[in-house]
């Protein structure tokens, strides 16, 4: 943990070198969450709801979907180089630092624009709660905070396991594990505006629905089914376990650059 | 005229080395079209909202989508790259206009671009049971304005890297452009859902014509009078941009310093 934190700390401190790049970074981030909300207050300003989700709830999806991509770019974004270390025979250096690998390789970068979405997604989850009639007693804290957790390792779990896929495909970028990013963005929505096979896919395939959607829906004890959002933190034991079960079998078949 | 054509044509010949990438370029412009198509469908089951019927906002996403698949093969990045390392210095010393050429890279990707909409449109529209086609004067109307989406994003991607003679890293920016870009093109929700003001400011800006004007062309929302007038709009700026980014970029090579080695 100590190691992990003085490693993101020198990627931190090279960064700041370029102090306008960080602000401009910075802003652009808000901006495209800002973009976000301005969409949805559009919307919702000639509708009231969305098949029976209200303004609140779809931002606070929105909020949890960008905390979560926050977290990870912030303290994880050295995953999305995996392709290139395993490219680039850079996992060389990793294999032989007392240190595991899969956290030398997520620390090998760090994605200051996380910070500003971890700040806006959780304006958005404070406001959308500050909005909504939640009966909070210290249970539903405790399951709230649990949830919140369980939906970042998710995410997390994703991406490792998507960027771990470059083990077996050669290529220098993290195409695919870019793509499945990419259709995370449709979990932003409430998972019932969807046909069943997309459902299906983002509900169990991609669970990307227990990053926002299913503990939204508990939190705000709306919609059906709302008990299946008590199952993320058991999602999210399983996502890990896949994810580093994928990472671990990629790097036996791991061989160097050649040179 | 020649040395732009041979470099389109090199594009247009190379380009499938990139295909994987073209795609995956065009990958996040479909999900956003699967998930306002579904955000949409909802919406609209019972009664039109703010003048718009699910068919018409069924042709307005596709044109939508084949609108932000076109000029999309990131070859910003590449000059982005070679800005900041120094290596625009080569492009400098060679008796080629710059603009150009990266517009005639532009022009060479097209190709398969208008492929991949022509496939994700022609299966959609299949999957939606259909798409109506507008009367022959509208339809002209449409692919010229059409037309001019591919100089206007291109000079709109153009002047946005030409930030990076600035910056010293291009992603910023680039995130910076695609939030205005969606907002103020109508790609993310049509123009008159906007509040007045921000939608008329939307309405008059450079970004209109990459979405907004042929989307609302095609729907038939705008009469053909009020289309000319969008359509003029979206080529005056194409004009202005056009010499606009021949001005920054003077202003760019002059405080340009390249590291030897």
Same mark, same amino acid.
């Given at each position: 943990m100590r190691i992990y934190c003085r490693l993101l700390g020198a990627h931190l401190r090279a960064l700041l070198e370029y102090e306008a790049d960080f602000w401009i970074l910075a802003a652009a981030t808000v901006l495209m969450q800002v973009v976000n909300i301005v969409f949805l207050a559009a919307l919702f300003a000639k509708v009231p709801s969305l098949n029976g989700w209200t303004f609140w709830a779809v931002v606070m999806m929105f909020g949890a979907v960008a905390l979560a991509e926050g977290v990870g770019s912030l303290f994880f974004e050295g995953m999305w180089r995996l392709a290139w270390q395993i490219n680039m025979g850079e996992l060389d250096y990793f294999l032989v630092r007392p240190y595991p690998v899969v956290l030398q390789s997520s620390s090998a970068?760090?994605?200051?624009n996380g910070l500003s979405n971890i700040v806006v997604g959780g304006a958005m989850i404070g406001a959308a709660i500050a909005h909504s009639e939640i009966a909070w007693s210290p249970w539903r804290v405790a399951v709230g905070v649990l949830l919140l957790i369980s939906a970042i390792v998710i995410k997390l779990s994703i991406n490792l396991a998507t960027n771990s896929v470059s083990f077996w495909l050669?290529? #220098?970028?993290p195409i695919f594990a870019f793509a499945v990013h990419q259709v995370?963005?449709?979990? =932003?929505? #409430? &998972?019932?505006?969807?046909?069943a096979a997309l459902k299906a896919g983002l509900g169990i /395939?991609? #669970?990307?629905?227990? /990053?926002?959607f299913f503990p939204v829906a508990y939190l705000l004890d709306e919609?059906?089914? =709302?008990?299946?959002? &008590? &199952?993320t933190p058991l999602v999210a034991v399983y996502c890990a376990a896949v994810a580093l079960t994928v990472f671990k079998r990629g790097l036996r078949r791991y061989e160097s650059a050649g040179n | 005229m020649g040395a732009y054509t041979a470099q389109a044509r090199g594009v247009a010949l190379g380009i499938l080395e990139y295909r994987v990438n073209v795609l995956l370029g065009i990958v996040a412009t479909l999900m956003q079209l699967v998930a306002l198509l579904a955000v949409w469908q909802v919406l609209l089951a019972d009664s039109p909202v703010q003048g718009f019927t699910w068919p018409q906002m069924q042709a307005y996403l596709l044109v939508t989508f084949a609108c932000g698949a076109?000029? @999309?093969?990131?070859s910003d990045f590449r000059m982005a790259f070679r800005i900041q390392s120094g290596l625009v210095a080569l492009d400098l010393v060679k008796p080629v206009d710059y603009q150009r050429s990266r517009f005639a890279e532009a022009l060479g990707g097209l190709w398969l671009e208008v492929v991949l909409i022509l496939i994700v449109v022609t299966s959609a529209a299949a999957l939606l049971g259909g798409l109506t086609v507008p009367a022959g004067p509208a339809l002209a109307l449409f692919a010229i304005s059409m037309l001019l989406v591919v100089p206007l994003k291109f000079l709109i991607v153009y002047v946005g890297t030409l930030a990076c003679f600035w910056t010293q890293s291009y992603m910023g920016v680039q995130w910076a452009r695609i939030a205005v870009m969606s907002l103020l093109s109508g790609a +993310?929700? $049509?123009?008159?859902? +906007?509040p007045g003001w921000l939608g008329t400011i939307a309405q008059w @800006? $450079?970004?209109?014509? +990459?979405t907004s004007t042929p989307a609302l062309i095609y729907i038939g929302r705008v009469g053909f009078g009020d289309g000319m007038m969008l359509v003029a709009v979206e080529l005056g700026w194409v004009i202005v941009l056009w010499f606009g980014a021949r001005l920054l970029w003077r202003a760019a090579v002059r405080q340009l310093t390249v590291n030897g080695g």
């Amino acid at each position: 943990m100590r190691i992990y934190c003085r490693l993101l700390g020198a990627h931190l401190r090279a960064l700041l070198e370029y102090e306008a790049d960080f602000w401009i970074l910075a802003a652009a981030t808000v901006l495209m969450q800002v973009v976000n909300i301005v969409f949805l207050a559009a919307l919702f300003a000639k509708v009231p709801s969305l098949n029976g989700w209200t303004f609140w709830a779809v931002v606070m999806m929105f909020g949890a979907v960008a905390l979560a991509e926050g977290v990870g770019s912030l303290f994880f974004e050295g995953m999305w180089r995996l392709a290139w270390q395993i490219n680039m025979g850079e996992l060389d250096y990793f294999l032989v630092r007392p240190y595991p690998v899969v956290l030398q390789s997520s620390s090998a970068l760090i994605g200051i624009n996380g910070l500003s979405n971890i700040v806006v997604g959780g304006a958005m989850i404070g406001a959308a709660i500050a909005h909504s009639e939640i009966a909070w007693s210290p249970w539903r804290v405790a399951v709230g905070v649990l949830l919140l957790i369980s939906a970042i390792v998710i995410k997390l779990s994703i991406n490792l396991a998507t960027n771990s896929v470059s083990f077996w495909l050669s290529s #220098p970028s993290p195409i695919f594990a870019f793509a499945v990013h990419q259709v995370g963005d449709l979990a =932003r929505f #409430p &998972l019932s505006i969807y046909p069943a096979a997309l459902k299906a896919g983002l509900g169990i /395939v991609l #669970p990307f629905a227990f /990053v926002s959607f299913f503990p939204v829906a508990y939190l705000l004890d709306e919609g059906s089914n =709302r008990w299946i959002g &008590l &199952l993320t933190p058991l999602v999210a034991v399983y996502c890990a376990a896949v994810a580093l079960t994928v990472f671990k079998r990629g790097l036996r078949r791991y061989e160097s650059a050649g040179n | 005229m020649g040395a732009y054509t041979a470099q389109a044509r090199g594009v247009a010949l190379g380009i499938l080395e990139y295909r994987v990438n073209v795609l995956l370029g065009i990958v996040a412009t479909l999900m956003q079209l699967v998930a306002l198509l579904a955000v949409w469908q909802v919406l609209l089951a019972d009664s039109p909202v703010q003048g718009f019927t699910w068919p018409q906002m069924q042709a307005y996403l596709l044109v939508t989508f084949a609108c932000g698949a076109l000029v @999309s093969t990131n070859s910003d990045f590449r000059m982005a790259f070679r800005i900041q390392s120094g290596l625009v210095a080569l492009d400098l010393v060679k008796p080629v206009d710059y603009q150009r050429s990266r517009f005639a890279e532009a022009l060479g990707g097209l190709w398969l671009e208008v492929v991949l909409i022509l496939i994700v449109v022609t299966s959609a529209a299949a999957l939606l049971g259909g798409l109506t086609v507008p009367a022959g004067p509208a339809l002209a109307l449409f692919a010229i304005s059409m037309l001019l989406v591919v100089p206007l994003k291109f000079l709109i991607v153009y002047v946005g890297t030409l930030a990076c003679f600035w910056t010293q890293s291009y992603m910023g920016v680039q995130w910076a452009r695609i939030a205005v870009m969606s907002l103020l093109s109508g790609a +993310l929700i $049509p123009l008159a859902y +906007l509040p007045g003001w921000l939608g008329t400011i939307a309405q008059w @800006s $450079p970004f209109a014509g +990459l979405t907004s004007t042929p989307a609302l062309i095609y729907i038939g929302r705008v009469g053909f009078g009020d289309g000319m007038m969008l359509v003029a709009v979206e080529l005056g700026w194409v004009i202005v941009l056009w010499f606009g980014a021949r001005l920054l970029w003077r202003a760019a090579v002059r405080q340009l310093t390249v590291n030897g080695g």
